[in-house]
Every structure is written in structure tokens, then in C-alpha cells.
């Protein structure tokens, strides 16, 4: 479960593709979380998140919004997390020890504050560790991350991490495109047709163009 927010901090959305990737090339079923909804007061915010919110769900993944404050999508979120073992990763700061506190009664995670010089989450958890959820089932609490690299990828595959990219690949006239600059690129025609998004394409190029050698230092 990957905990995202909108605002105080701002999750990268290349962020939250890299993270999805990966969990596409473990095979390891991924949702996502926005949290701090409560937050999200003016127009073009509320609309921000209708839009991500979107984007993510027309690609097939379970997308939930929080609030810690008013309760908003809880009792969803427990829907999903009963009877399963789910580790929480994001971003330092969006709320993860907060969404533990109200999941888990008892559990009294140490909350941090946001960073008002840098607007980025300040580190509480230190170390991962597992609780068990009222209902049954497991949550794996990990310190928050500041970037996102890949491990293991081939250039050739990383297409195969997006699904949506993935479906339209098979009508690229060569079955090696890497939809950067071949002809008869299908994928690159859905791009400029709005069919798949522009952040998702810039997040896949982010990954192919990645440096074998640096996988763990991308400010994402």
C-alpha cells in the first residue's frame, strides 16, 4: 500500500509510478492511498486529486482517500487490509503512522510534523515493524523514503510495468519499440491522443533512462 498526498508534503507522481512498477514486476498486488484530504480545500485541489484519483483507477489500480481528521475512507481502507499481511511505504510525512493510530487502536505511533522550511516529511519510524489489524491480517509500518529507484530492470521490460502502456505496445509496428523514437510507435500515438497520460509516459522514459549504477539516489 503505497500512502501519497497531495499536499504538506506533495508526493511525486514519478514517485508513485516507480513504486507501482516495481510491484508489477514482483507480481505484488499495489494500492494507493491518498491521504490528508482534509487539506485539500481550494477548487483546483479538489480537482487534482479527482484527476489522479482517475488516471490511477482507469489503469486498474484500487485507489483509496483518507483523512486521518474526519474519518473519510476508513472504514474502505479496513475493507481491503482485513485478512491480509500489507506493508505501507510513501514518502515521509504523508501520514502512515497516523492512518496506523486510527487502524490499529492501541498502537500510539510516534506522529511527526512536515518540515515547513522544505515542505517534506521528518523521519518518526526508524525500523519496520509488523502489527496485527483488529480483524485479522498484518500491517508492516517502514520508515518513510525521500527517492525511488529500480533494481533489476531491463530496458526492454519496463513497458511491461505499465499496464497501460503495455496494452498498446502490441500494435507498435516493431515488436522491440522502446515508444522513444521508432515509427509506428502505438504508444507514442496514444500519448499525443491523450489515451495514455503524460505523466505516466515521462515516469516510464524516467526508468529506461535510469543509470545502472545510481538506483538509489533519485529525488522522486
Known sequence: MLVATLV?????TTFID?????????????????NKI????????RELLDAVCYLYRSIGYTVVTTSTLTGEGLDNLRGLLNG?????????GVGKSSLINCLIPGAELRVGDVSQAHHTGMHTTTFSE?????DGGHLIDTPGVKGFGTIDFERSEVAHYFPEIFAVSKDCR??????THEPGCAVRDAVEQSLISQSRYASYLSIIDDDPNDKYRKPF
Open 8 to 12: 504538506n508534503p506533495a508526493t511525486n
Open 130 to 134: 509488523m502489527l496485527d489489524l483488529p
Open 84 to 92: 491480509r499481511t500489507t506493508l505501507l511505504s510513501g514518502n515521509s
Open 38 to 45: 482534509d487539506l485539500l480545500t481550494a477548487t483546483e485541489e
Open 18 to 34: 516507480r513504486f507501482l512498477a516495481t510491484a508489477e514486476a514482483y507480481n505484488v498486488p499495489a494500492i494507493v492511498v491518498f
Open 174 to 179: 516493431f515488436n522491440n519499440c522502446t515508444h
